[in-house]
C-alpha cells in the first residue's frame, strides 16, 4: 500500500530583483537622500569640533566627568538620601526620580479625573451635564502655567503657618507643606522598620515626609488640564460603544455604574487608549514648567543648578533632552503593551 504523498512544502515568493527602468527611476531620489545624509554628517561634526575649539580657548573641559565631582548644594525633595556632599549623578538621579513622582501622581489623578467628567459629559441633559461640560470648558482655555501659578499662591496664601499647623493624626499641613509618616529601615534595633511620624520643631518640621507645595500645586495644575483633554478622548471612546452593548447590560439587570464599569469603559478604552497615551506623554513635556515655581525636577535641578554650577551647559541639557525622551518613550512603550493587552483580552492581536 503506498504511502500518502507529503503536502508541498509552502515558501515564501522570492522578490524579483529591479529593473534598470525602475533603477533609473529611484535613483534621484537615492542621490538626495545619499546627500542629504552628507550634509547633515557635516554638520555634525563642523558643530562638534567648534565646540572643542570654543571649549579650549575658554579653558573649559568637555565631556560628562564631572557628573562623579561632589555636588556642593541641597535638594529640598529627595526620594532617596542626597546630601551636599552626595555627586551631581546623585543629583541627576534625585531630580529624575521627583519628576517620574510628579508624573505618576498627575497621571493617576488626571485619569480618575477625565473618566469621571467624561461619563459627566454623556449622561443625560441637567446639572450633571453641564457642570462636566463648564469644567471642560473652563480648565482647558486657561494656559497651564497660569494654572500652576494660581494654585502655588492659594498654597502659600491659603494655608496656615508653621505656628499654626493643622494636624490629622500623625499627618501635618502647613504652608511648608504636607507632611507624612515615613519608615525607615533600622537594623540596629530589635524592630527592622521604624516608624517616623512628623513634628514641629521650632520654626520647621522635622521627621516624616513632605509633600512640598510646590509639587502639591504642580500636581494639581498638570491633573486638571490634562484631565480635560483626557475627558474628550474618554468621551469618544464611550461614544464609540454601540448603543445595543448599553441595552443588553440593562437587559441583565446590570445598573448603570456596574455597566459602566463592565461593559461601557473595556470598550471604549480600546479606543480611547491610543490617543491617551499621547496625551500622558504632553503631560510629561508639560511637568517641565516646574521650574517656574521652584520644584527640583529635571529641567530646575539639571537644567538649572547643575548647568550654572559646572558652567557645562551642553552637556547638562544634553542630559535633560535624553532623561525627557526615555521618560515619554517609556510612556509610549506603556500605552503599546496595554493597547496589545487589550486587543489580545478581545482576541484581535496580531
Not at 18 to 25: F, G, H, K, P, Q
Not at 238 to 257: K, R, W, Y
Request: charged share 10%; aromatic share 8%; net charge positive.
Amino acid at each position: 500500500m503506498r504511502a500518502a504523498p507529503s503536502a508541498a512544502r509552502v515558501t515564501a515568493p522570492v522578490a524579483p530583483p529591479m529593473s534598470r527602468a525602475v533603477l533609473r527611476e529611484r535613483l534621484p531620489g537615492y542621490v538626495g537622500q545619499a546627500v542629504l545624509l552628507a550634509v547633515v554628517a557635516w554638520l555634525a561634526w563642523r558643530g562638534i569640533a567648534n565646540f572643542e575649539a570654543n571649549a579650549r580657548a575658554l579653558g573649559l573641559s568637555a565631556g560628562f566627568g564631572f557628573l562623579r565631582t561632589q555636588a556642593g548644594f541641597e535638594i529640598a525633595q529627595a526620594l532617596i538620601p542626597f546630601s551636599p556632599q552626595s555627586s551631581y549623578l546623585d543629583a541627576v538621579v534625585v531630580a529624575t526620580l521627583n519628576t517620574l513622582l510628579v508624573v505618576a501622581l498627575a497621571g493617576i489623578l488626571s485619569t480618575l479625573a477625565g473618566l469621571c467628567v467624561a461619563f459627566g459629559r454623556v449622561a443625560s441633559p441637567g446639572l450633571v451635564r453641564g457642570a462636566a461640560s463648564a469644567y471642560v470648558e473652563v480648565f482647558r482655555n486657561i494656559p497651564l502655567l497660569l494654572q500652576i501659578l494660581f494654585w502655588y499662591a492659594s498654597a502659600i496664601v491659603l494655608l496656615p503657618g508653621v505656628g499654626d499647623t493643622l494636624q490629622f493624626g500623625s499627618v501635618l499641613l502647613n504652608n511648608r507643606g504636607l507632611f507624612l509618616p515615613s519608615i525607615h529601615l533600622d537594623t540596629a534595633g530589635a524592630w527592622p522598620f521604624v516608624l517616623d511620624r512628623p513634628h514641629v520643631d521650632g520654626f520647621d518640621v522635622a521627621g516624616g515626609f513632605a509633600i512640598l507645595p510646590e509639587l502639591m500645586a504642580l500636581t494639581l495644575g498638570l491633573s486638571i488640564y490634562n484631565s480635560t483633554f483626557l475627558a474628550e478622548i474618554f468621551r469618544a471612546g464611550i461614544l464609540s460603544v454601540p448603543p445595543g452593548q448599553i441595552e443588553a447590560a440593562a437587559t441583565v439587570g446590570l445598573s448603570g455604574a456596574r455597566a459602566a464599569w463592565l461593559v461601557t469603559l473595556p470598550q471604549a478604552l480600546r479606543v480611547a487608549l491610543p490617543a491617551a497615551g499621547g496625551q500622558y506623554q504632553t503631560l510629561a513635556k508639560a511637568s517641565s514648567l516646574a521650574a517656574a515655581i521652584g520644584y527640583p525636577d529635571i529641567m530646575q535641578i539639571v537644567g538649572g543648578t547643575v548647568a550654572s554650577q559646572t558652567s557645562q551647559a551642553l552637556e547638562a541639557m544634553s542630559l535633560v533632552v535624553l532623561l525627557y525622551a526615555a521618560i515619554n518613550l517609556l510612556i509610549a512603550v506603556a500605552a503599546s503593551v496595554a493597547n496589545r493587552r487589550l486587543l489580545r483580552h478581545e482576541g484581535r492581536a496580531a
